[in-house]
């Protein structure tokens, strides 16, 4: 009964930074995969187990705050960073899904660009978690690094809205754009939600650092 009330601020901070790792690992599968489209559909499952792996990591958070009483930071920014660390690995999946799925073939170079500034922002997502752990001394890095992953979302936006447009302009094809669109919505979808974790940790370190 005690262990409630004894801190775990360093189990928490273990598992965000596990789930932080799965996330940046999926990432860069996903950016290999543009290179080798061809193999999407194979290695898809080693998406989908890294996907199935955070969402034990988030399970186990989850747990541990419910049998927990004293907690490093708010409960429901706990539980709201452990839920959007894997929802945008979720985002990951249903995009290659969708790929697959509509056959959408070799993927052009504006959403190439696009995963390569999601995998950064990722890898940025990862750095501000390893930094969460020690906040009081890594304030500042941990707000330049959210400001860096709030830039990597605004380049998103621009390459989506370039690369759309370049789609209904040059493809006489409707239902090719149609499909290829939706793509690169559930692309940015993973790239708004690396902006909502950064506005997240940052929220916090401004309460408790």
């Not at 262990?3 to 996330?23: N, T």
């Not at 489209?37 to 890294?50: G, K, S, V």
């Not at 930071?73 to 959007?84: K, S």
């Not at 390459?159 to 690169?184: C, H, M, P, Q, T």
Request: aromatic letters at 8%; one cysteine or more.
């Amino acid at each position: 009964m005690f262990r409630r009330f004894k801190p775990a601020d360093g189990i928490f901070f273990k598992q965000f930074e596990e789930a932080a790792d799965i996330l940046h690992q999926g990432a860069i599968l996903l950016q290999d995969m543009m290179g080798k489209h061809e193999t999407m559909e194979e290695r898809l499952e080693e998406l989908i187990a890294l996907e199935q792996k955070g969402d034990k990591v988030t399970d186990r958070i989850i747990d541990k705050l419910n049998e927990t009483f004293m907690t490093p930071f708010d409960r429901e920014d706990i539980y709201d960073l452990a839920r959007e660390l894997d929802e945008i690995l979720d985002s990951v999946c249903s995009t290659v899904e969708k790929m697959i799925i509509y056959e959408t073939g070799k993927p052009n170079q504006k959403f190439r660009e696009m995963v390569d500034v999601f995998t950064d922002a990722a890898g940025k997502v990862k750095s501000s978690v390893y930094c969460m752990r020690h906040m009081k001394t890594n304030t500042v890095e941990i707000m330049d690094i959210c400001y860096e992953i709030k830039k990597c979302e605004s380049q998103g936006d621009r390459i989506y809205r370039s690369g759309v447009a370049e789609l209904f302009k040059n493809s006489s094809d409707a239902i090719s754009v149609i499909k290829w669109k939706e793509v690169f919505e559930q692309l940015e979808t993973a790239l708004d939600r690396c902006e909502k974790i950064a506005k997240l940790i940052r929220g916090v370190v401004v309460k408790y650092a």
